[in-house]
């Protein structure tokens, strides 16, 4: 059998080097419900290049019983592969391949400014608690949460762009688990979403911290990517077909769906009344 072909160091991307890569597991990142290992990827094809990743074996996974149909870390790459067709790059590169623990999912780890002490990055404040009844210039209101001894705070996020796709990214995956803590904005304020495993059941279980768009008309720019998505989405087309490997034909089909209906309406999705809107705990 030949050898693989090379690949020169100079085209290897991100997504490559995470699936062909030597996995170097550096450390257990313990407040994950699951095993979440953090490691270091690198490959003889990128010399002296490497990579921060996190490595979430299928080993690792607690069973959950309402997405007992498949893996998490198949639905955490589904998740990337509709954000890449979507054109938003939402969602950090994520590869389903072997490592020291069986087969997992990789994804790229995004350094937040912040985390290594430097300053914020632009843009890094995107949720809040605040008195009062109304959210205030800039921002969106969610609800009211309980904060302590009886007191009630408004909880809100920012009317940002960054988020009002992700909020319409999260209703296309159906995403049952959008929280705070799965928000990371990156080096020149680039927001991304982490934790993607429970997603695209064939039932409503959009459960998020980003309502504030609720029942509002679509961006024009929303409404152009759904449009392309839908198009990929067709019997036969890569997307598909890639889709179909890692989530049950009922969520393929299921996501069509969602598409669908997130055009005909032309607005953002409110909560259904028939599952908790917001998860808990909402970090």
């Given amino acids: 059998m030949p050898a693989p072909e090379r690949i020169p160091a100079r085209s290897l991307t991100d997504t490559e080097l995470l699936a062909r890569g030597e996995l170097t597991v550096r450390g257990r990142i313990r407040e994950a419900s699951n095993a979440v290992l953090y490691c270091s990827v690198a490959s003889d094809d990128a010399p002296g290049r490497t990579l921060s990743c996190v490595y979430k074996p299928v080993a690792g996974e607690r069973p959950l019983w309402d997405f007992p149909d498949g893996t998490l870390a198949q639905r955490e790459v589904a998740a990337y592969e509709v954000s890449e067709a979507l054109g938003w790059g939402l969602v950090p590169p994520t590869v389903l391949r072997d490592g020291p623990y069986g087969q997992g999912m990789v994804q790229l780890w995004i350094d937040s400014p912040a985390d290594d002490g430097g300053d914020p990055a632009p843009g890094a404040e995107l949720l809040a608690l605040v008195d009062g009844d109304e959210p205030g210039e800039g921002w969106k209101a969610v609800g009211f949460a309980e904060v302590g001894e009886g ?30 803590g799965h928000l990371v904005v990156g080096a020149g304020g680039r927001l991304y979403g982490i934790d993607h495993g429970v997603t695209f059941h064939v039932e409503d279980k959009l459960r998020t911290l980003l309502w504030g768009w609720a029942g ?20 036969g087309q890569a997307l598909a077909v890639r889709l179909g490997e890692l989530v049950t034909s009922a969520e393929v089909e299921a996501i069509r769906a969602r598409v669908e209906a997130l055009l005909a309406s032309g607005r953002h999705p409110a909560p259904s009344g028939e599952w908790p809107a917001i998860p808990w705990p909402p970090v």
Avoid at 218 to 228: I, K, M, P, Q, S
Wanted: hydrophobic share 50%.
């Fill in 151 to 180: 007191r009630t705070a408004l909880l809100v996020h920012a009317d940002d762009e960054r988020l009002r796709r992700l909020a319409v990214f999260d209703a296309v995956v159906n995403n049952a688990d959008r929280k705070g």
């Fill in 216 to 235: 509002e008309k679509l961006t024009d720019e929303a409404v152009a990517c759904l449009g392309a998505l839908r198009e990929a989405l067709g019997a």
